[in-house]
């Protein structure tokens, strides 16, 4: 199975920071990668997809960008909607296989 | 717009088997345009893929599962399901069901909200 590494484990923001997170994969997944936000006792939900295409209704401030084994996820102007955890997946090799998380703290 | 709704019990003994089902609304599950999944979260946060189902009955299971499980579909009532034998505590978890599109390069694009199952004695 391809590992999915991402850092920070956790991190400090406030409203209006530009925060980014990283994403490494154990080997080459090309662009099949996305990013997952979670918040507490609800499911997670899709903001990026094909490493750097953003999902329908998600705010452009988030972007990502990456191929290969190293992707980011940027979020600018951080909002109070965004203090949350953060999860990357890879999707082209079977199982699909996900990121650890990075949460976002105030 | 698509929605997804796992249910099924939420407490199972150890050994013994884990059913849910994923009922959507909003959609086919006979559409060839998605595949249908089940992901779980492990306490702590883990997420971890188990399978899918297509249409035409194929499917895909986690090696780490492949054993155990078995995914079906029931187009009539517009629902998939999710069996799982011989359980432990290892599999008390937060179970999703999600569609993902064929043909493009979005992944998971809708969730249902999850079920906790606990496994326990």
């Known amino acids: 199975d391809i590992q999915m590494t991402q850092s920070p484990s956790s991190l400090s923001a406030s409203v209006g920071d530009r925060v980014t997170i990283t994403c490494r994969a154990s080997?080459?997944?090309?662009?099949?990668l996305a990013w997952f936000r979670q918040k507490p006792g609800k499911a997670p939900k899709s903001l990026i997809f094909?490493?750097?295409k953003l999902q329908d209704g998600v705010p452009s401030r988030f972007s990502g960008s990456g191929f290969g084994t190293d992707f980011s996820l940027t979020i600018s102007n951080l909002q109070s909607e965004d203090f949350a955890t953060y999860y990357c997946?890879?999707?082209?090799?079977?199982?699909?296989?996900f990121g650890g998380g990075s949460r976002i703290e105030i | 717009q698509v929605q997804l709704q796992e249910t099924g019990p939420g407490l199972v003994r150890p050994s013994q088997t884990l059913s849910l089902i994923c009922t959507v609304s909003?959609?086919?599950?006979?559409?060839?345009?998605?595949?249908w999944h089940w992901i779980r979260q492990h306490p702590g946060g883990a997420l971890e893929w188990i399978g899918y189902?297509?249409?035409?009955?194929?499917?895909y299971y986690n090696p780490s599962l492949k054993s155990r499980l078995s995914i079906s579909m029931d187009t009539s009532n517009n629902h998939f399901s999710l069996i799982l034998s011989s359980v432990t505590a290892a599999d008390t978890a937060v179970y999703f069901c999600?569609?993902?599109?064929?043909?493009?390069?979005?992944?998971?694009?809708?969730w249902g909200q999850g079920i906790l199952v606990t496994v326990s004695s």
């Open positions: 999600a569609r993902r599109p064929r043909i493009t390069i979005r992944s998971f694009d809708f």
């Open positions: 909003g959609g086919s599950v006979n559409s060839g345009d998605f595949y």
């Open positions: 189902i297509f249409h035409s009955g194929d499917t």
């Open positions: 080997q080459g997944v090309s662009t099949y």
């Open positions: 094909g490493a750097s």
């Open positions: 997946l890879q999707y082209t090799h079977y199982p699909p296989t």
